[in-house]
T-cell receptor
Framework: TQLLEQSPQFLSIQEGENLTVYCNSSSVFSSLQWYRQEPGEGPVLLVTVVTGGEVKKLKRLTFQFGDARKDSSLHITAAQPGDTGLYLCAGISSGSARQLTFGSGTQLTVLP | KAGVTQTPRYLIKTRGQQVTLSCSPISGHRSVSWYQQTPGQGLQFLFEYFSETQRNKGNFPGRFSGRQFSNSRSEMNVSTLELGDSALYLC??????????FGPGTRLTVL
C-alpha cells in the first residue's frame, strides 16, 4: 500500500506570513497532484507535477516535486484569508492500476 | 459546462439499512471514481468505472458496490450500513485520468 504523509496536519497563521506544507512517501509516484478543498465542496485540482525536481508556480503558490518523485512541497507566499482550506496531495501510481492515493491533508487557516 | 453533480447532498440512515448515492459526471467524461472522506482516514479510493466497467477497486468490503450506466452516470450502493460508514462520499469524473473533477459530495450520517 502506498502511503502519503502530510505535515503539518493543522496550520494557523496570520495574513501576510509564508508557509510550507510537505507531502512525503516511501514510494515513487509517476506524478503528484495538489488539491484544495473548502467546506461543503469537493477538492479542486491546483497543479500536477510530473518530472522529478519540477517546480510550478501558481500566483503566490509554489509547488515542487522531489528529485526521486517520492515527495513534494507546497509553499505559499504572503498568505491571505482566501487561502484558507484543506490542502491535499495525491500521488498517481505508475503501472496499469493507476489510482490516486491521497495524503491525510493539511488544514490551513489564515487569520486576517 | 455543468460540473459534477451528486444527489442527495445529505442523507441520514440507521444501522442495517442500505443506501444508494448518485453521481452525474461532466458531459463527455467517461470515467467516474468514488471516494470516501472521513476525519480519521482522510480521502480513500473506493472504485473507478469507465464505460460501464469497473476498472479499479480500493480496499473496501463487498458491502460497497457501484455501477455505471451507458450515459456515464454512476451510482454507489452501501448495504447493511454501519456507524463507521458515516462519511462524505465524493464522486469525481475525468476525461484524462490525471485530471479529476470532484462533485460536492454526499454527506451520509448513520445513526
Amino acid at each position: 500500500t502506498q502511503l502519503l504523509e502530510q505535515s503539518p496536519q493543522f496550520l494557523s497563521i496570520q495574513e501576510g506570513e509564508n508557509l510550507t506544507v510537505y507531502c512525503n512517501s516511501s514510494s515513487v509516484f509517476s506524478s503528484l497532484q495538489w488539491y484544495r478543498q473548502e467546506p461543503g465542496e469537493g477538492p479542486v485540482l491546483l497543479v500536477t507535477v510530473v518530472t522529478g525536481g519540477e517546480v510550478k508556480k501558481l500566483k503566490r503558490l509554489t509547488f515542487q516535486f522531489g528529485d526521486a518523485r517520492k515527495d513534494s512541497s507546497l509553499h505559499i507566499t504572503a498568505a491571505q484569508p482566501g487561502d484558507t482550506g484543506l490542502y491535499l496531495c495525491a500521488g498517481i501510481s505508475s503501472g496499469s492500476a493507476r489510482q490516486l492515493t491521497f495524503g491525510s491533508g493539511t488544514q490551513l487557516t489564515v487569520l486576517p | 459546462k455543468a460540473g459534477v453533480t451528486q444527489t442527495p447532498r445529505y442523507l441520514i440512515k440507521t444501522r442495517g439499512q442500505q443506501v444508494t448515492l448518485s453521481c452525474s459526471p461532466i458531459s463527455g467524461h467517461r470515467s467516474v471514481s468514488w471516494y470516501q472522506q472521513t476525519p480519521g482516514q482522510g480521502l480513500q479510493f473506493l472504485f473507478e468505472y469507465f464505460s460501464e466497467t469497473q476498472r479499479n477497486k480500493g480496499n473496501f468490503p463487498g458491502r460497497f458496490s457501484g455501477r455505471q450506466f451507458s450515459n456515464s452516470r454512476s451510482e454507489m450502493n452501501v448495504s447493511t450500513l454501519e456507524l463507521g460508514d458515516s462519511a462524505l462520499y465524493l464522486c469525481a469524473s475525468s476525461l484524462l485520468y490525471n485530471e479529476q473533477f470532484f462533485g460536492p459530495g454526499t454527506r451520509l450520517t448513520v445513526l
